[in-house]
Structures are given as C-alpha cells and as structure tokens.
C-alpha cells in the first residue's frame, strides 16, 4: 500500500519558517493531487494546501500569501504563526477527479502519520 512519511516539522517562534516534506513509497501507480492537511485537539482537519498534477494549486484563506506547496508535495511555511501550530498530514490521492476539491479530507484516500509542527509566541 502507499506508504507516507511526512519530515521537516518542529518548533519555531512566530515568524519563522519551515519545510515540510512527503516522501511516497511502496505504492502502486501515480497520484493526481496532493495536499497537506493540520489538525489540533478539538478542532477539525483543515486543509492547508493542494496540488494536482496540471499544477494547480489551492490554499486556505489562512495560510495564502504566506505557504507554498510545491508539486513534489514540499510544504514551505513561512511567517508563522501559533495558529499555524498543529499536526501537519501529507495526503495523496489517485482518482483524477480529485483536482475538483483539492482541500476536502474526504478526497484524499492515502494518509501520513504526520509531523508535529509548534508555533510559540
């Protein structure tokens, strides 16, 4: 099965920076989009950013301007903030129609462990 392992995460002060990345193995095929995905105790999964294979790329309102998702799923987060704080999910997905709602957990059907990313004041 698809195997992701999501690196690069830690604790910075607000206004840093950091690189996240996703390395895929052990898979079969492809995939058409990619994303990143947080999520903090009681709060739901947000999708952060997306990209399918064309490049498109989408954001969320609260991260534009200031992330960026490259095509090989590298996540560079800049200005951070202690509302970026969270555990950050690589996802894939194969199907094509995918592309149409790049920032729906429901699309994604390949999941990381995720990578711990603190953002202090």
């Known amino acids: 099965q698809v195997r992701l392992v999501e690196s690069g995460g830690g604790s910075v002060q607000a206004g840093g920076s950091l690189r996240l990345s996703c390395k895929i193995s052990?898979?079969?095929?492809?995939?058409?989009?990619m994303a990143w995905f947080r999520q903090v105790p009681g709060k739901e999964r947000e999708g952060v950013a997306g990209?399918?294979r064309d490049p498109y790329t989408y954001y969320a309102d609260s991260v534009k301007g200031r992330f960026t998702i490259s095509i090989d799923n590298t996540l560079i987060m800049n200005n951070l903030k202690p509302e970026d704080t969270g555990i950050y999910y690589c996802?894939?997905?194969?199907?094509?129609?995918?592309?149409?709602?790049?920032?729906?957990?429901?699309?994604?059907?390949?999941w990381g462990q995720g990578t711990q990313v603190t953002v202090s004041s």
């Open positions: 990209i399918d």
């Open positions: 052990e898979y079969i095929g492809g995939y058409y989009c």
């Open positions: 996802v894939t997905e194969t199907a094509w129609r995918c592309r149409h709602d790049l920032l729906n957990p429901n699309t994604y059907s390949n």
